[in-house]
C-alpha cells in the first residue's frame, strides 16, 4: 500500500507513479526510500505554506525518478541541474529565471569561497532546492502584483519623515530649537507623497525594465515629474475643500515620526520582500539565503 502524501489525487499520484518508478529503476531499497521521503518532505512542505505544485506534477514521473537519482556530487554539477530546472519551469518568466539563477550562483559563489560542498550541508534534493525557489519567487510575483502600491504607499511614508527630518536638519532647527513648534500641513505634504510611493509600487512590477544606468535614471526622473504634479493638483484641490490636517511639529517629534515610520518601512521590507523571495540551503556549520 502506497503512504499517503496528498489530499490532491494529482499530486498523489505523481508520487505514487514516481514510487513505482524509483522501485523498478534502483535494486536499493533504501536509497529509494529516502529519495521518496524528500520528495514527500517537499510535496507537504509546500502544501502546508500555499504553494502550487503544478511545475512538479506537470513532469513526466520516469524522468522524475531518474532525475532524483542521478544526484550531483560538486558545486558545479548542483548549479547545471538546478539551472536545468529553472530553465525548463513554465512558471517563470524569462527575467524570474534569470533572478533565479544569479541568486543560486551566488550562493554557490559563497561555498566555493569557503571550499564547501553543497552535498555536505545540505541532504535536501536539488529539485526540492529549485521547486522551492520556484514558489518563492512566484509569491513574490503575487505580493508585488497585489499590494505593491501599498508597500509603496509605506516606504513613501518612511521618506516623507525622512524628508521632515533633513528639513530641520539643514535649517539648523534641530540643534538650536529642537523642542520648538512649527506649524505644518501635515495632509497637504504627506498626501503627494504618498500617492507618488502608490505609482512606485505600482511601476515596480517592471523593475526588470530598468536594469541600464540610462533607465533607472529615466525612471527616477519619472517618478519625480510624478511627485511634482501630485503637488501641483492636490494641494490647491485640498485648499479648495477646505481640508488640512495641521500640526504643531517639533524637530524631536519629526525624529520620532521618522522612527515609527521607519520601522514599519524595515518590518515592510523584511516580511513581504526579503522573506518571500529569499530560500535557505545549509544546515547548522553554514547557512546561505538565497
Given amino acids: ?22 522501485s523498478e529503476l534502483l535494486d536499493d531499497k533504501s536509497t529509494a526510500e529516502r529519495l521518496l521521503n524528500s520528495l514527500a518532505g517537499y510535496i ?17 514521473p520516469r ?39 544569479r541568486e543560486f550562483d551566488w550562493a554557490v559563489e559563497r561555498l566555493n569561497e569557503t571550499q564547501l560542498e553543497l552535498q555536505d550541508i545540505e541532504k535536501r534534493d536539488v529539485s526540492f532546492l529549485a521547486y522551492t525557489k520556484i514558489e518563492a519567487i512566484k509569491s513574490s510575483r503575487r505580493i508585488w502584483n497585489q499590494f505593491g502600491w501599498l508597500l509603496g504607499m509605506v516606504l513613501a ?31 497637504a505634504f504627506v498626501l503627494p507623497v504618498l500617492l507618488t510611493g502608490a505609482v512606485f509600487g505600482l511601476l515596480t512590477r517592471f523593475r526588470h525594465h530598468f536594469q541600464t544606468i540610462r533607465r533607472r535614471i529615466l525612471f527616477a526622473l519619472l517618478i519625480i515629474l510624478v511627485y511634482v504634479g501630485f503637488v501641483i493638483l492636490i494641494q490647491p484641490l485640498l485648499f479648495t ?23 514599519m518601512a524595515l518590518w515592510t521590507l523584511i516580511e513581504f520582500v526579503w522573506k518571500s523571495t529569499r530560500c535557505h540551503l545549509g544546515n547548522d556549520t553554514m547557512t546561505i539565503y538565497y
Fill in 63 to 101: 524522468a522524475y525518478a531518474m532525475f532524483l537519482i542521478e544526484k550531483p556530487k560538486t558545486n558545479d554539477e548542483y548549479r547545471r541541474r538546478y539551472r536545468s530546472i529553472i530553465e525548463q519551469s513554465g512558471e517563470l518568466k524569462m527575467h524570474e529565471k534569470v533572478q533565479a539563477n
Fill in 1 to 22: 500500500m502506497n503512504p499517503h502524501v496528498s489530499n490532491d489525487p494529482t499530486v498523489q499520484q505523481f508520487y505514487e507513479q514516481v514510487r513505482t518508478h524509483l
Fill in 241 to 263: 475643500l477646505g481640508w488640512s490636517f495641521i500640526i504643531q511639529l517639533t524637530p524631536l517629534y519629526a525624529i520620532m515620526l521618522l522612527a515609527i515610520s521607519g520601522f
Fill in 157 to 187: 511614508f518612511a521618506y516623507a519623515n525622512l524628508l521632515l527630518v533633513m528639513d530641520d536638519l539643514f535649517s539648523l532647527r534641530l540643534f538650536s530649537a529642537p523642542t520648538t513648534s512649527y506649524p505644518l500641513d501635515y495632509l
Fill in 44 to 60: 507537504q512542505q509546500a502544501e502546508r505554506s500555499g504553494q502550487s505544485l503544478d511545475g512538479l506534477t506537470s513532469q513526466d
